[in-house]
């Protein structure tokens, strides 16, 4: 039986593994996509908000030539971190079920895993969920969110190139959305239901936004909303004047956010606050009320996903690690 199980391999789930590896306990990290899949999935051009040592996990210095870390910088790093620790991080295992193993409370969790060409069970001690929220847009529930021109990820401003792009949103996915596909050559729209850009999008790229906007090479659709998708338009509103107009679009990101999947959790008993979408939890430990199950990272954060990131959720793994030696043992 695994002592200690990890679903998901972003920084805080690495994290734990580091702390469990330090500690001497056998760990799995187990990932649906792959280590830092997150990251990955980042804008290729992307910077972190955050200094480099910030992010350091397991005192592996965190090396950059500049001063806040790119996103292929994350990639070699987080790389490096799980090569230096001999981290076991099984990437393409997707958890999609708990149970418990006989035995009750003391015999563990039977944890289903669905791979590429098979399905097949671990059994462990403790399991941690460090699954993050990037996997789930927060979807609007327009028509025509399905169509194939929709996007709530953003890669890079090349593919937009001479086309008419509608950007929905106003926080720091979408001003460095907007402001790359404009400079890759799209003619961008930005549409948010606030009166301005959000107080989270970072200082220094707000003047730029601001200025794109001001000078109309950006326009933006202020107290408005997107309230239909269609394959050559989209139709927004004005929270003002309830009028409708339709605006050109050859494609549409829609920024909006993510959140944390909290499924299973619920599925093996932990409570789950209808508001907040935090996962019951000690903060002290990490705990659930369900004994051996433990939360690291975003998921604890609920539906606030700008609470915890990884300057603040990286010590997770240490309190995690700290209590299954001092309750549950490593058997």
Known sequence: MIPLLVVGAGPCGLAVGVAARQAGLDCVLLDRRTIVSTIERYPLGMTFFST????????????????????????????????????????????????????????????????????????????????????????????????????????????????????????????????????????????????????????????????????????????????AIAPTHVEVRSDVTQAVECVPADAVLAMTGYHADTTLLRDIGVPVDPASGVPAHDEATMATPVPGIYLAGVIASGNDANRLFIENARGHGELIVAHVRATRGAR
């Open 52 to 227: 480099p040592e910030r992010i350091e996990i397991g005192g592996v210095p965190f090396v950059t030539s500049n001063e806040k870390p790119t996103r292929r910088d994350g990639l070699i790093y987080y790389r490096r971190v799980a090569e230096h620790f001999g981290l076991d991080v099984r990437p393409g295992e997707e958890v999609v079920s708990l149970a418990r193993a006989d035995g009750g409370e003391s015999g563990g969790w039977r944890v289903e895993v669905r791979r590429e060409h098979d399905v097949t069970q671990y059994l462990a001690r403790n399991v941690v969920f460090a699954t993050g929220y990037y996997d789930n847009p927060n979807y609007l529930g327009i028509p025509g969110e399905d169509l194939s021109h929709v996007s709530h990820y953003f890669l890079e401003g090349h593919h937009y190139w001479h086309r008419q792009l509608i950007v929905i949103g106003a926080g720091n996915s979408s001003v460095d959305a907007a402001l790359e596909s404009w400079r890759a050559g799209a003619h961008v729209t930005l549409v948010h239901f606030g009166e301005g850009f959000d107080r989270t999008v970072k200082p220094w790229v707000l003047p730029d936004i601001t200025n794109r906007v001001k000078e109309g090479s950006i326009a933006a659709h202020w107290r408005s909303r997107v309230i």
